[in-house]
């Protein structure tokens, strides 16, 4: 069952969609970051996929309640949004999490195409975060601080992918490595936003299954 969540990031108001995992447990958890259409159905819809696989999930939204639905539209929105705006509303997710009572106190973040650059910035700009699982992303390079890491990286990228050429995340995974950090590196056979399983002329359902396998494998190592 997913739900409201409403918190704050310096002083403005923030909703996002939390779905919680069955039983009473405490469990670790993972904050979502939206495509460029911003918090749809599909995000929610992988909220309480997380859910039920036993953490609780919370999926942001970066767009104040407005949601894209063609392409133009979604570039407007995000060529509007401000990363450090994002990473801040990153960081204030986590510390809401934190003090649910089912929390564990462990977060990570993972997101999608524009929630997956967040992802990565976030990992280099907010404290405390226990992994970060990118999907398709990159931040511009002024976000991106190795020594500012101090989550576990886990990302996954289509080999097909025609807006991110491989080479992209190949140098971002060699930077952090040369930086001491963790980025373990994943390509499929897929082109861009494979996950999205709404859009069948995008989505690739082996590459998001064995995507969604290493994924919740990486979290449960990292958040429980």
């Known amino acids: 069952m997913i739900q409201a969540l409403r918190f704050t990031a310096d002083d403005r108001p923030v909703l996002g969609a939390l779905a919680l995992p069955p039983g009473d447990a ?12 911003g918090l749809n159905d599909d995000m929610r819809r992988l909220a309480g996929r997380f859910a039920a696989e036993g953490f609780i999930a919370l999926a942001v939204d970066l767009y104040d309640g407005r949601v894209a639905t063609d392409a133009p539209e979604a570039m407007q929105l995000s060529s509007a949004l401000k990363t450090p705006d994002a990473v801040r509303i990153i960081a204030a997710a986590a510390e809401a999490l934190r003090a649910l009572p089912r929390s564990n106190g462990r977060v990570a973040v993972t997101g999608f195409c524009l929630g997956g650059a967040m992802a990565i910035a976030a990992a ?17 390079a002024e976000y991106v601080d190795w020594s500012r890491c101090e989550a576990p990286i886990l990302g ?17 995974s060699h930077a952090a490595r040369a930086a001491g950090r963790s980025f373990e590196l994943h390509f499929y056979d897929a082109g861009h936003a494979f996950m999205r399983e709404a859009d069948d002329a995008v989505y690739d359902a082996p590459s998001a299954s064995q995507a969604w396998e290493r994924t919740v494998a990486f979290l449960r190592e990292r958040v429980g």
Not at 26 to 37: F, K, S, T
Not at 156 to 172: S, V, W
């Open 26 to 37: 405490p469990a670790g958890a993972v904050i979502l970051v939206h495509e460029w259409y």
């Open 124 to 140: 280099c700009g907010v404290p405390g975060l226990a992994a970060a699982v990118p999907f398709y992303g990159i931040p511009r």
């Open 156 to 172: 996954h990228y289509g080999a097909k992918d025609p807006i991110i050429a491989a080479e992209r995340p190949q140098a971002l």
